[in-house]
């Protein structure tokens, strides 16, 4: 059956360069890639309304993160007048300090370093979404976009390896939504960047929280996650945390090239409960509709809550992985009451139905005079015991 999904655009520019003096001020330590995600159907009132937005605050001036700089008023004022458009925000964030340590010693070369950011970026964008354009920035003396139109002119497959999708370059000058994926890639700049962020600095990632898909962090360290949650450190269990968060991760590692629709389905999933869990979400149940919107632009397309619910979360719990659930959604459990939220729920729905299953078989035997026992069969051995004892 073919789905007829909408096409989606991902608009891209970045923040920070290649570069490796990083005890240099002038050198950024962060390389942040971001994608602003639009519904073709929605693609001519952003443009319109993100005009409006760079008239009002930029004038007649491109509307740039440069140009905003640490003037977090006005920045913070330009982020509420964009929150309301129809837009996501899918971002990558090397934090190059990190790399050397993990064992990527090719990346301090420019050829490798970019071909590891661009491999990541349209990887991710490429596995969500089935009909998908790519409009990224073209600056002939810009390194990184250079190095990324070698990488897309030198695949020769691309048709094969991105599916539908289609790629795209526009000067930034003359395309109002990659000015926008400009000011919110240096908008989480000033979130995550040393060098930019200062005690004045609000809290842009909470300010974007509603618009943001997922952001990932390169390298992934599972303590480093642990660790940036410390405001809440009190309140999870690091066992429980560690063991449900390293179940979900090691499912991902073996699943994610697997080009099955129903488990891509699932290592999406999966993939945006870790994103929460992550980033000082460990708290917040993930609404089942929040979870099913995020699968509707990708090859499974638009599925109903019961199919959500057999077909990806309890193919995921058969697998191993502990999704904690109660009436207000899904999340990867990190203390031991959300454990026994899972039991609860479980218990909710299991108990009466033995309760029923029992009663259907004291009733038939009863009738019987004791000659049919619905669960004599071998294949309900394991239900006769149970009733049994």
């Not at 990541?120 to 490429?126: D, G, M, T, Y």
């Not at 410390?230 to 991760?249: N, P, V």
């Not at 038939?364 to 015991?385: S, V």
Request: glycine residues 4%.
């Amino acid at each position: 059956m073919v789905i007829d999904m909408e096409r989606v655009y991902a608009f891209t520019d970045e923040y920070g360069a290649f570069g490796w003096d990083i005890d240099n001020p002038t050198v950024t330590t962060l390389f942040i890639v971001t994608a602003i995600v639009v519904k073709e159907s929605d693609l001519e009132e952003l443009r319109k309304s993100v005009e409006e937005v760079r008239i009002k605050h930029f004038q007649t001036g491109e509307m740039k993160s440069s140009g905003v700089g640490a003037n977090h008023n006005r920045r913070r004022r330009i982020v509420a007048d964009i929150l309301p458009l129809p837009f996501n925000i899918f971002s990558i964030c090397v934090d190059k300090r990190e790399l050397p340590v993990v064992d990527y010693p090719g990346l301090r070369h420019i050829s490798s370093f970019y071909k590891f950011i661009n491999n990541i970026v349209h990887k991710e964008l490429r596995r969500a979404y089935k009909q998908l354009t790519i409009v990224a920035d073209q600056s002939g003396t810009d390194t990184y976009m250079e190095s990324f139109a070698r990488y897309v002119a030198g695949c020769q497959d691309v048709r094969d390896l991105f599916g539908e999708a289609d790629f795209l370059f526009e000067d930034s000058k003359s395309d109002i939504i990659i000015q926008l994926a400009d000011l919110i890639s240096g908008t989480l700049g000033h979130q995550y960047d040393p060098s930019k962020h200062a005690e004045d600095t609000p809290n842009y990632y909470k300010m974007l929280e509603k618009k943001i898909f997922r952001i990932e962090h390169y390298p992934k360290h599972f303590n480093s996650y642990i660790l940036e949650n410390s405001a809440i450190a009190s309140e999870y269990d690091e066992r429980i945390a560690k063991i449900c968060f390293e179940q979900a991760r090691t499912y991902i590692n073996t699943h994610e090239d697997n080009e099955d629709v129903e488990v891509q389905a699932r290592v999406a999933t999966l993939k945006y409960l870790l994103f929460r869990f992550m980033n000082n979400d460990t708290r917040k149940y993930i609404p089942t509709w929040e979870l099913r919107n995020l699968l509707e632009n990708m090859e499974i397309g638009r599925i109903s809550t019961h199919r959500f619910r057999s077909g990806i979360i309890a193919k995921l719990r058969d697998e191993g992985i502990i999704i904690a659930s109660s009436k207000n959604g899904y999340k990867i459990p990190s203390r031991e009451s959300e454990l026994y939220d899972f039991i609860n729920h479980g218990a909710t729905v299991v108990l009466p139905m033995l309760g029923r299953l029992q009663k259907c078989r004291e009733i038939i035997k009863m009738g019987t005079h004791n000659n049919l026992d619905l669960l004599a069969h071998d294949e309900y051995a394991a239900l006769r015991k149970y009733f049994d004892n």
